[in-house]
Nanobody
Framework: QVQLVESGGGLVQAGGSLRLSCVAS????????RAWFRQAPGKERELVAAISWTGNSTIYSDSVKGRFTISRDNANNAIYLQMNNLKDEDTAVYYCNRDRYAFRWIASKTLWLDYWGQGTQVTVSS
């Protein structure tokens, strides 16, 4: 059974940076595309960034493109989200997730797991 544990959130001033981490407890970590989502109060959860199982391809939402970077460390079963130049609208709970299926990359059309971890809160103050 997959377990996803997010960390690294906190309170930061606008223009600042944070680095989020997600560690997965599962076998075959390397074989799956992974992603970061976020959910702001009163809003639906949205895809922020995703990375292919090979690590060679990434996608970003328009709102974070150029400011956020997703990466993966297969040796440590982890993915990261480097967030720079943070804005008020980045305030949300951030979650990581995984493709339901191994060895594929269909970017924004990926079917993600129904399972969600506890998330990590990011609060940006202006």
């Amino acid at each position: 059974q997959v377990q996803l544990v997010e960390s690294g959130g906190g309170l930061v001033q606008a223009g600042g940076s944070l680095r989020l981490s997600c560690v997965a407890s599962e076998h075959s970590f390397n074989n799956y595309a992974r992603a970061w989502f976020r959910q702001a109060p009163g809003k639906e959860r949205e895809l922020v960034a995703a990375i292919s199982w090979t690590g060679n391809s990434t996608i970003y939402s328009d709102s974070v493109k150029g400011r956020f970077t997703i990466s993966r460390d297969n040796a440590n079963n982890a993915i990261y989200l480097q967030m720079n130049n943070l804005k008020d609208e980045d305030t949300a709970v951030y979650y990581c997730n995984r493709d339901r299926y191994a060895f594929r990359w269909i970017a924004s059309k990926t079917l993600w797991l129904d399972y969600w971890g506890q998330g990590t809160q990011v609060t940006v103050s202006s």
